[in-house]
């Protein structure tokens, strides 16, 4: 449909309502006024949620139909009315919930709606989880002002549209049942943008001698048992195959960062160079005011074991690229966060005393995209809280576009630095940014 033919039905739509909601106004006073008792009136109309019945069958296409009856009686109604100089208080009461149910109904399609989105996104051809999941659900107790309806539409994520098959996959199982071992599935589903991934009515699998963790502070830095895992996604089927890869040639996320006594023993500990900051220079620059924070691309989750050895405490998000990311952040003792680069951070507004991410914010995300996640992590943090730009790369050219991009978010630079990235050879013209910017306590537009 034409975006001018939308504006026209949405006026139509908004005309028949007023003319509807004066309809039933009009009535409703001249029953209660000149018929006895407002018990009279049917109580389905005024509380949809007494009779589950007539509000599966209360669409905003029958909301809209005129009542030839109820029209014919409006002049009588009105000359009624106009003996009396004010309603009574209840009586507006009532008119008011009636009011805010069919500007609900109207907005909101139900499940019966042939026009509602969700179904005509589906074509028929969804797994009956998903379409079960997907259908729009009516509140038990009726309109919620929290959410200014009484219908709840579950979260899925706009670009699953573009993927209906996968997620049939994802969402073909057996309710009650072991979920599928779909996990490569479910992460790719994540990372093509279709999150969040619908819920399942499953049961996950786990290791069939699963093993308590450690406890503290021993846990922090010792390897869990492999009963830990269920390792059928993973190329590696052990953490002593994790540990070795740092050995073998190959593109592997973090490959060296399962073993806890490699470089990750001494990550933070102390500068090693211009662009290397210690988790104690930082900490000292903000006098003990940081307390909560987010590691991003966390990997397996030092830094914020770092941070808790200092009584900071930090959520790292990590994916699962080819090996139990998350998993082993847990079994650290660690809260692992299980969300992509594309989601906006979940999080409320000036909450969080830092924010920290290495080497996952570079020059391989889409600039624009780019732009907007640095804009959510000021949005998170709460003013005089710190975002740790740590081992920023990009090729030495693009420092014209990324530097004013950060700039333009006007923190303060508590640190800033701009060092060669030499790991892959001098020809790459490859750099490095490290910085510790500060949220202003004030901004001024």
């Known amino acids: 449909m034409s975006s001018d033919g939308n504006s026209k039905r949405k006026a139509g739509n908004s005309s028949k309502l007023h003319i509807i909601l004066l309809i039933l106004c009009t009535n409703l006073a001249s029953i209660f006024l000149f018929s006895g008792p407002f018990h009279w009136i049917p109580l389905q109309y005024l509380h949809p949620d007494n009779d589950s019945t007539h509000s599966q069958n209360l669409s905003s296409n029958r909301a809209m139909q005129g009542n030839e009856e109820l029209i014919a009686s409006l002049n009588q109604t009105r000359r009624e009315l106009q003996s009396s100089k004010e309603l009574s208080e ?15 109904s109207v907005q909101h399609p139900n499940s019966n709606d042939p026009d509602d989105p969700w179904l005509k996104w589906g074509g028929g051809s969804l797994r009956a989880e998903l379409r079960e999941f997907i259908s729009p659900k009516k509140l038990p107790l009726g309109n919620s ?11 899925v994520g706009q ?14 199982y057996k309710p009650g049942e072991l979920c599928p071992k779909d ?7 994540l990372l093509w943008g279709c999150e969040p991934l619908p819920r399942r009515r499953c049961i996950p699998h786990n290791s069939p001698n699963y093993q308590e963790p450690f406890p503290f502070p021993d846990c922090m830095w010792t390897t ?5 895992v ?6 590696c089927k052990d953490y002593a195959c ?6 073998h040639p190959g593109f592997d996320d973090c490959k060296d960062c399962f073993d806890l006594q490699f470089r990750e023993k001494t990550r933070w500990l102390r500068p ?9 220079e930082v900490l000292a620059l903000k006098k003990g005011t940081i307390r909560i924070g987010l590691d991003i691309g966390g990997g397996t989750a030092t830094f914020a074991v770092r941070m808790r050895e200092r009584n900071v405490t930090i959520v790292t998000t990590s994916m699962n690229f080819n090996g139990p990311f998350n998993n082993f952040i847990a079994s650290r003792g660690l809260v692992p966060l299980y969300i992509t680069i594309t989601q906006r951070l979940p999080f409320f507004d000036n909450t969080l005393d830092i924010v920290h991410s290495m080497h996952v914010l570079s020059n391989w995300i889409p600039t624009q995209l780019l732009e907007y996640i640095l804009y959510d992590i000021y949005r998170i943090l709460r003013p005089g809280g710190v975002f740790w730009l740590d081992h920023f790369f990009c090729i030495e050219d693009q420092l014209e576009t990324f530097v004013p991009m950060i700039e333009n978010l006007r923190f303060n630079k508590l640190k800033w630095s701009v060092g060669r990235k030499l790991d892959r050879g001098p020809k790459f013209k490859e750099m490095y940014i490290s910085a510790l910017l500060e949220k202003p306590l004030e901004r001024h537009s």
């Open 90 to 104: 209840e009586l507006k009461a009532q008119i008011a919930q009636l009011t805010q149910f069919l500007r609900s």
């Open 224 to 228: 869990p048992p492999n009963s830990s």
């Open 242 to 247: 994790l540990i070795d890869r740092k050995n």
């Open 272 to 280: 090693g160079g211009s662009i290397d900051y210690s988790i104690d």
């Open 159 to 172: 670009a699953c549209a573009l993927f209906k098959d996968d997620l049939n996959q994802y969402m073909d």
């Open 183 to 189: 996990e490569v599935l479910a992460q790719k589903l």
């Open 145 to 155: 002002p929290n959410i200014g309806s009484d219908t709840i539409y579950p979260s």
């Open 230 to 235: 269920v390792w059928t996604a993973y190329t």
